[in-house]
């Protein structure tokens, strides 16, 4: 099966068991890139508010920023499919209000799917974005977005009570319409679990092997955070390093008067 194009194709994936790779952007440089790889699918994740913003929690994003940096990634990656995040609070209030966003987010920015977080409580919200034909994915686990209900960021569902709730919520978001499920840090036992018992793919994030596909955030799986290396973490390069010796070579070559060298001067 070549790279994930429709919605159909996450179907197919799961059918044949074929790992779906997902990985989040939030900008055109990387948007790009990512479009020249072979990398399934892109998510815009409310996880800009941490790795763009530098905020500590997803809390503060607004429906905007996500909106202005979805049609930025849309922009990168014309032919990818692309998923945007609804953020807290835009999909809470009333089914009304959840619609004009979804309809904002889908119309403004050109991408395929919105995700948002949480299990039965929105399975009816799920069913109605469904209904209006946006395709839904849902994310269950860490929630980060209900940090300060769970207390922190920590792996959820090792309790034999919120194990079994995780199972049936999973299978509630199949049931109102979700084509695909994020699992967010949960143990790699119940992940499985939840996989074989969906028909609809999952997508994992510190939730072991046996999910139908993996997201990491960009920054994170590029190094570009030193202090940042949670156990479900694999680098696959460390740009904070090279970004910093390159600054400090162009630094010291300025103030060294070695650039600009006659090749970059103008005649
Ligand atoms: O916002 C995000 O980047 C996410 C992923 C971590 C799944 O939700």
Redesign the pocket.
């Known amino acids: 099966m070549a790279r994930i194009r429709t919605i159909n194709d996450f179907k197919t994936a799961r059918e044949e068991k074929r790992p779906i790779s ?1 990985v ?1 952007c939030y900008d055109f440089a990387y948007a790009r890139l990512i479009e020249q790889t072979e990398i399934d699918t892109i ?1 815009v ?5 941490n790795v763009v913003a530098g905020y500590s929690t ?1 809390v503060p994003v607004t429906l905007d920023q996500m909106i202005y940096h979805a049609e930025i990634v849309r922009r990168g990656a014309p032919s990818m499919f692309v998923i945007a ?1 609804l953020p807290f609070m835009s999909y809470h209030v009333s089914v009304g209000d959840t619609m004009r966003n979804c309809g904002r987010i889908m119309k403004e920015t050109g991408a395929n799917a919105v ?1 948002l ?1 949480g299990g039965r409580d929105f399975a009816k919200t799920v069913e109605s974005i469904t209904k209006a034909s946006i395709p839904v994915v849902g ?1 269950l686990g860490l929630t ?1 977005q209900s940090v300060h209900k769970l207390g922190g960021f920590s792996v959820q569902g090792r309790e034999e009570d919120k194990r079994r709730i995780m199972i049936e919520d999973a299978k509630m978001l199949e049931d109102a319409g979700a084509f695909c499920l ?1 699992l ?1 840090m949960v143990p790699e036992a119940l992940a499985r679990e939840i996989t074989e018992s969906l028909s609809i793919p999952t ?1 994992g ?1 510190g939730a072991g092997r046996f999910t139908s596909g993996q ?3 960009i920054n994170d799986l590029l190094g570009m955070d030193e202090r940042f290396k949670p156990k479900f973490l694999k680098k696959y390069a460390n740009l904070a390093d090279t970004v910093k010796t390159a600054l400090t070579s162009y630094h010291d070559d300025v103030v060294g008067g070695r650039f600009p060298a006659e090749e970059h001067t103008f005649k």
């Open positions: 997902m989040t998510l994740g409310d996880s800009l508010g997803t995040d995700k977080e994310h980060p994020v967010e997508i994030i997201v990491l955030v």
